[in-house]
Nanobody
Framework: QVQLVESGGGLVQAGGSLRLSCAASGNIFRINNMGWYRQAPGKQREWVAIITSSAYTNYADSKKGRFTISRDNAKNTVYLQMNSLEPEDTAVYYC???????????????WGQGTQVTVSS
């Protein structure tokens, strides 16, 4: 019904930057909150950032000042600009979105398949 596809991951050196994108497609009437999560091997998935439909943003404490979340509603896309990357940022980054497929429908959560971010020291 709805698919989220992340892109923009890759290998960077410590101190570098990456911009992740997550595009939603399918049966979409409206998208509410969108967020980014990440998961390193052997660790649980953690929340990174969120952006509401009105563009209010919030971040995990360890990401404030380095990461910026934004969205383009016309493209059903959310972005994560990551600066001053550290080896500890290495993880698979996942996009999440609350999607309504009809004006009367429920808000449902969808996840992308993830994009790998590797930061070398």
């Amino acid at each position: 019904q709805v698919q989220l596809v992340e892109s923009g991951g890759g290998l960077v050196q410590a101190g570098g930057s990456l911009r992740l994108s997550c595009a939603a497609s399918g049966n979409i009437f409206r998208i509410n909150n969108m967020g980014w999560y990440r998961q390193a091997p052997g660790k649980q998935r953690e929340w990174v950032a969120i952006i509401t439909s009105s563009a209010y943003t919030n971040y995990a404490d360890s990401k404030k000042g380095r990461f910026t979340i934004s969205r383009d509603n016309a493209k059903n896309t959310v972005y994560l600009q990551m600066n001053s990357l550290e080896p500890e940022d290495t993880a698979v980054y996942y996009c999440n979105a609350e999607v309504r497929s009809t004006p009367w429908g429920n808000w449902n959560n969808y996840w992308g398949q993830g994009t790998q971010v590797t930061v070398s020291s």
